[in-house]
Structure formats: structure tokens, C-alpha cells
């Protein structure tokens, strides 16, 4: 177990390099923060000779403190109310590249874990990466049957540094927590808690590779968008071999242009190829940077890189859809009753204030393009209100968040006159009226009442065997209460209340037993009795 001194000494290192890039000067400055951490702040600033005023690069911060503090960042980057506006919108810009570990390394990596040669794995792999990353790398190849491939290796020692870094993040956070107030409301707990299972998912690339079989067999069905097919022979725990992509990256606009693809159809196609997985399946891409999505010769979106996915469980999803759905429509009575019926905030508010607030957000919103008012400014709204109204932060949403932000980044690039409410209503009312129209509640409730019924034979055999049957022999009739011989000579309560009650005697009364027992013998004798 790392000790708390270890603890302190890298959070000291780390609050220098923050410190030296003003990214702590935020923290100095908001109200809300413990005053302890505005102290902390402050001393590390001032111990780095560091003035308030000048740039500051919150992403190159987290880039120079290492790999677990990026994918760090990149997860803070969705959280406006814990960081601030400013630091989250300077760390959309985290891009997650590293230089690239020598191949000599890679190719050993892979030798040892599949306990063979590379040479019987891949006729060849190109030495020079496509992409390097914080977690792995990826190497164009071929294998030993002819198909283009592309390799992914972790890096060498990476998850040794994240399980340290990760304990100190889980160390510091729940000493912030435990302040209380406006740190307990925020729950930092729970965002590292987040944060960790994302990472050790990315961390092993078994993981990565059924996320993208699973995702690949959820969106089977929808025209325009792929996934790569999965190399099993090829993939383990440090390795993943999947089907190479050629295709222009989404973000080069003007090579799109040229190679004659509708930028319109395509924006529009991702934000439904989103909605699809998010809310018709309940399990969505959570990496879907610039890089990761790439536009094949037939318009098909093709997407890679399954470290990082999110999941909604049906109930919520469909708070999401009325959600969405209401907000598109100005229906912020709804939506409120929604946040309360989901219990995000306290049932002692009003919803009729909560109903106004919500609409300060979204009436602002409608009707306009993303380049005038967005799908992460409704958030950072959303965001400001949750003080007022004692809303707790809901861990299995952040993913979503995060994903709804680069969605709209992207969309906008494409086609920076399009509107998300617009593109996402049509498909989210359709999704409602299918999910949660008379039909469908009929047909759940008749889904539900079958399962029930076909529980009950195991029920009745459940209680049969917690109450069986009596047996052949006739039922005991009711015997005296008889006083035995160990009960002389002691107190019934007193027993009582030790437990005793008539299974322990004391020596005394066994004792008194006995001279009244040789007393009737003998007055028996002198009678002539016997």
C-alpha cells in the first residue's frame, strides 16, 4: 500500500508543474473551493515564482505531469462545475499523442506475449507507428495470410504508472471530499472512481476488442457507419490486431471536399450514428475525438480506437430521451419532472422552480445553429444550475457528456450551420414513441407480468423447502410444563434474563434437591411407608 508521504510527494511535484503554468490560479480564485486547497494553491504558486497574471495552459499542464494525468484531463474536460469553464474549454484541446516508443521494444512486447516469433504472426509490420498515444501505439501490418492489419501494443510499463498515479488521484480526492460542502457535493470520489475503471479497461486490449465486436454486431444494422473486424488469433491482454481502414480522417475538411463527400450528410450521419448507440442501445463509442473517425470512398464513417465506451441502462435511457426530447420542444416542465423522478435533485425543491431555471438554458438554444449557442454550452448551463438546486453529480452520465461535446465538435466542423436540436429531435421522438408510446408500455407490462409468472414454480419450490411438510408419524400432543429439579433454588427472572431458563442449574439447587429428596426418604421409612 503506497504510503501517504508517497502520496504528498507526488502531489507536490505535480502542483509545481500545475503551478508553473497558472493552473492553479483558478482554483485561488473560485469562491466555492475548500479553503485549504486555495491555501495549497497558493503556496505553490508562489514557490514556483509564479504571478497570477499570463497564459493559462491547463493542457500542458496535465501533458507535461504524464500519460495517466492526459486521459485525466481529457476526462476533467467534461466537468465545468468541478475545474471551471475556463479550464475545461483549455483542456478540449488535450490531445492525447506522445512520442513514439522504439520498435525494438514493441517487437519484444509482442514476442513475449504470444510466446512466439513476430515472424509467425505478421509477414511484416511497419517500424515507424501510425499513431502514439499515451496508453499504446499502433503499427501498420500485414499478416501471415495476406491482410492489412493494424497492430496496437501497449506501452511498455504503462500500467504499472497509471496503478501508481491512480492512488494518489483516489488519495487526494477523498481528502478533498471529506471537507464537505461544496467538495462533497461534487463528489470527486466518484469521478476517479470513474475515471479508473475507464483506464483499466483502456489498459487491457481484450476489453478493447470485444467492445468493438460488441458495438460492431449493435450497429450492424445502420447504413454509413463501420466497424473494423477483430484479429482474435492475433489479440491479448497487450496486443490488439484489427482490420486496417483506409479513409480520410474526418477532421480534414478540405479533403473530404475534394474526394466530393457531402459534409451536411455526414455531420448529420454522425450525430445519428451517436443517438443510435447511445440511446437505442444503451452502449456508444466514448473516444469520438477527430482522430478516431475516419470517412471511407462510399461516404461510410468508419470508427476505431474501443478503449474507452459507455454504458446507460434502459431506465435512464429513456430519461435521456424525454430529456433531450423536451428541451428540443420546450417542454421544461417535463424535463423537471424527469431530474426528480430520476432523483438528480432533492425531492425538498420545487419542480416548478426547477422548471424555470432549465428554461434560462434551453429557450436561449432553440432554433439556433451550433456556432451560435451549443450542445456544451446547454451543458455548462445545466451545470450552473445543479448548485443551486443541490444536484450531486451522476458519475454514469459523465461519459455521455464527454462524448456529446467531441460529437458536436466534430458535427460543427463539418458543417458548422448545423443544428444538433434539429438532426437529433426527428430520431429521438421516433425512439420515444417506440420505447414509451401506449404500445410499448403494454408490451412491457405484459413482458414483465410473463417473467413473474414463469418465476412462480421456482417460488413455490422455494417456500416448500423453507416450510416441507409434516411427516407420517401423528402431530405431539401438548405436554405439561414441568418444573424440573435443576430450576430449585433459582431466580426465574434472574435466569430469564441471563438465557438460562430451565437447561442450567446451580450446584446450590442440585443440593437443596437432594436434602429434601433424603428427607422424604426417610420420613417415608419411619411411616412404614417403605
Not at 264 to 290: E, K, P, W, Y
Amino acid at each position: 500500500m503506497t504510503t501517504s508521504a508517497t502520496h504528498l510527494f507526488r502531489l507536490a511535484r505535480w502542483g509545481v508543474t500545475l503551478a508553473r503554468r497558472r493552473a492553479l490560479v483558478g482554483i485561488e480564485d473560485d469562491p466555492n473551493a475548500p479553503a485549504p486547497i486555495k491555501r495549497l494553491a497558493r503556496l505553490a504558486r508562489l514557490a514556483t515564482l509564479t504571478g497570477k497574471k499570463g497564459e493559462r495552459d491547463y493542457a500542458g499542464a496535465f501533458r507535461a505531469i504524464g500519460p495517466a494525468a492526459i486521459k485525466l484531463g481529457q476526462t476533467l474536460a467534461t466537468r465545468p462545475d468541478l475545474v471551471g469553464e475556463e479550464a475545461a474549454y483549455n483542456l478540449l484541446s488535450l490531445q492525447d499523442d506522445l512520442p513514439p516508443v522504439d520498435f525494438a521494444l514493441i517487437k519484444q512486447s509482442i514476442e513475449t506475449s504470444f510466446d512466439q516469433p513476430l515472424e509467425t504472426l505478421f509477414s511484416e509490420v511497419d517500424p515507424e507507428p501510425v499513431g502514439a498515444a499515451s496508453i499504446a501505439q499502433v503499427h501498420k501490418a500485414r499478416t501471415t495470410d495476406g491482410r492489412e492489419v493494424a497492430v496496437k501494443v501497449l506501452r511498455p510499463g504503462i500500467k504499472k504508472k497509471f496503478v501508481e498515479d491512480i492512488a494518489t488521484y483516489e488519495w487526494a480526492a477523498a481528502h478533498v471530499e471529506a471537507m464537505g460542502g461544496e467538495a462533497g457535493r461534487l463528489r470527486p470520489r466518484a469521478t476517479i472512481a470513474n475515471f479508473k475503471r475507464w483506464s483499466y479497461s483502456e489498459l487491457d486490449l481484450r476489453r478493447e476488442a470485444a467492445s468493438a465486436s460488441e458495438l460492431a454486431e449493435n450497429m450492424s444494422g445502420v447504413d454509413g457507419y463501420c466497424i473494423p473486424g477483430v484479429d482474435w488469433d492475433r489479440t491479448n491482454g497487450r496486443v490488439l490486431t484489427i482490420e486496417w481502414v483506409d479513409g480520410i480522417k474526418i477532421s480534414r475538411r478540405e479533403d473530404l471536399m475534394a474526394a466530393g463527400h457531402d459534409l451536411n450528410a455526414l455531420s448529420q450521419r454522425l450525430v445519428i450514428s451517436f443517438l443510435t448507440q447511445a440511446i437505442s442501445a444503451g452502449f456508444f463509442h466514448a473516444d469520438m475525438h477527430q482522430g478516431n473517425l475516419f470517412v471511407q470512398a462510399d461516404g461510410t464513417i468508419a470508427a476505431i480506437d474501443f478503449g474507452i465506451m459507455g454504458r446507460i441502462d434502459r431506465r435512464a435511457r429513456q430519461w435521456l430521451a424525454e430529456i433531450l426530447y423536451g428541451l428540443t420542444t420546450g417542454n421544461y416542465k417535463r424535463v423537471a419532472e424527469i431530474h426528480f423522478e430520476a432523483q438528480y435533485v432533492p425531492s425538498y425543491h420545487s419542480v416548478g422552480e426547477f422548471a424555470t431555471a432549465l428554461r434560462a438554458v434551453g429557450e436561449p438554444m432553440r432554433g439556433k445553429p451550433v456556432k451560435e449557442l451549443s450542445v456544451g454550452q446547454m451543458l455548462d448551463g445545466l451545470f450552473a444550475i445543479t448548485r443551486d438546486f443541490d444536484m450531486q453529480t451522476q458519475p454514469h452520465l459523465l461519459l455521455l457528456q464527454k462524448t456529446m461535446v467531441m460529437v458536436e465538435g466534430i458535427a460543427t466542423q463539418l458543417n458548422p450551420d448545423i443544428n444538433m436540436w434539429d438532426t437529433a429531435a426527428p430520431y429521438v421522438r421516433d425512439w420515444i414513441r417506440d420505447e414509451l408510446g401506449p404500445e410499448a408500455a403494454v408490451a412491457e407490462r405484459l413482458k414483465e407480468d410473463a417473467q413473474t409468472f414463469l418465476r412462480l414454480p421456482d417460488l413455490i419450490r422455494r417456500i416448500d423447502e423453507r416450510f416441507p411438510a409434516k411427516g407420517g408419524a401423528p402431530e405431539q400432543v401438548p405436554l405439561p410444563d414441568i418444573k424440573l429439579m435443576s430450576d430449585f433454588g433459582q431466580n426465574t427472572d434472574s435466569a430469564s434474563e441471563q438465557g438460562g431458563g430451565k437447561s442450567g442449574g446451580s450446584w446450590s439447587g442440585y443440593f437443596v434437591a437432594g436434602l429434601v429428596g433424603a428427607g422424604a426418604v426417610l420420613g417415608a421409612g419411619f411411616a412404614g411407608l417403605i
